[in-house]
């Protein structure tokens, strides 16, 4: 099954937060230019982690929302103004 783009056709994102396809499954979720967290389908939720401050640390597991919520999440998380 192939992914589809999400980029602008995902509306309700929080301002200035974007997501992109990632190489490695999933999307990645940035924010001012900045990578700040990935989120990876699940059904009918969508798992939402911070990005790990390592390489090689999957990250922060946020939790699993709709997948404007699960974006909004890290965004919050990462000091998105709310």
């Known amino acids: 099954m192939s992914r589809p783009d999400l980029g602008d056709r995902v509306e309700g994102l929080p301002a200035g ?3 992109r396809r ?3 499954g999933g999307y ?3 924010w001012k230019n900045r990578h700040i967290g990935w989120i990876h389908e699940s059904g009918d939720r969508w798992n939402a982690y ?4 390592k390489t090689g640390d999957p990250g922060t597991p946020v939790g699993r ?3 404007v919520d699960a974006v909004r999440e890290i965004a919050i998380a990462s000091g998105w103004p709310t």
Not at 50 to 53: E, G, S
């Open 22 to 24: 990632s190489s490695l």
């Open 28 to 30: 990645g979720v940035w």
């Open 65 to 67: 929302y709709p997948l």
């Open 50 to 53: 911070l990005k790990p401050a």
């Open 17 to 19: 937060v974007e997501v």
